[in-house]
């Protein structure tokens, strides 16, 4: 069975200050991919990023970043130098594979993002 | 580019009635999944379908979730009888293709409160 654990609940952070998310995930399957996203108080999810279990590179975009390691089953998510309008509730996700086709995602219980001014 | 369309955006229901949710997927997008999300909760597939046909249901409470997507294009999820527990966000999702290369576009979502 596949599984994604976000064990922060929220995070209350000072503008300007770095935070990590965690993200762990288990899977039985030797090729995987994981995803993160971003759900404002909009409410509407925006795609962040995706990584195949292929590619361990660091990835870095702007002010975000992210650290996959196959070894410990983390995909854990940086924002440097935080600003107010990254408040929001962060998800880490596995994309099924249950085959016949079927790649709907495993999303963890999400991480509320606090930044204050 | 039109992004994924739901409606309605709020609907609010009396337990034992029914309620339909609609969705338009981005134009061209073969592929449509249906997520519920519960309050304080990640999403949670509910069904997938590639053009017409189905490819996973085995999170649909099929006993009153049913969800059809006539001609390749637009979907419906209904709820017949609603529960107090399915009170949640309906979201839709398209993507052009599989989830490992192609990503997933969601709507904003039904948000539906079952009294």
């Known amino acids: 069975a596949q599984k994604v654990t976000q064990a922060q609940t929220e995070i209350s952070v000072v503008e300007k200050e770095d935070v990590t998310l965690d993200c762990v995930y288990e899977?039985?399957?030797?090729?995987?991919?994981l995803f993160w996203y971003k759900q404002p108080p909009s409410g509407e999810l925006v795609f962040l990023i995706r990584r195949n279990s292929f590619d361990e590179q660091n990835e870095i975009s702007g002010r975000y970043s992210w650290n996959f390691q196959k070894s410990t089953s983390s995909f854990n998510f940086t924002i440097t130098a935080s600003q107010v309008v990254d408040s929001a509730v962060y998800f880490c996700a596995l994309k099924r594979t249950s085959g016949g086709g079927a790649d709907g995602l495993t999303f963890g219980k999400g991480t509320h993002l606090i930044i204050q001014p | 580019e039109a992004g994924v369309a739901q409606s309605p955006r709020y609907k609010i229901i009396e337990k034992r009635q029914s309620v339909a949710f609609w969705c338009n997927p981005i134009?061209?997008?073969?592929?449509l999944y249906w997520y519920q999300q519960i309050l304080g909760q990640g999403p949670k597939l509910l069904i997938q379908f590639q053009n017409n046909g189905v490819v996973d249901d085995s999170q649909l409470p099929k006993d009153r979730f049913s969800a059809e997507r006539l001609k390749g294009v637009d979907s419906t999820l209904k709820i017949q009888p609603a529960k107090l527990e399915d009170s949640a966000v309906y979201l839709c999702?398209?993507?052009?293709?599989?989830?490992?290369?192609?990503?997933?576009?969601f709507g904003p979502g039904t948000r539906l409160t079952v009294t």
């Open positions: 134009s061209g997008h073969a592929t």
């Open positions: 999702a398209s993507s052009e293709g599989l989830a490992g290369v192609y990503e997933q576009y």
């Open positions: 899977t039985r399957d030797t090729t995987y991919y």
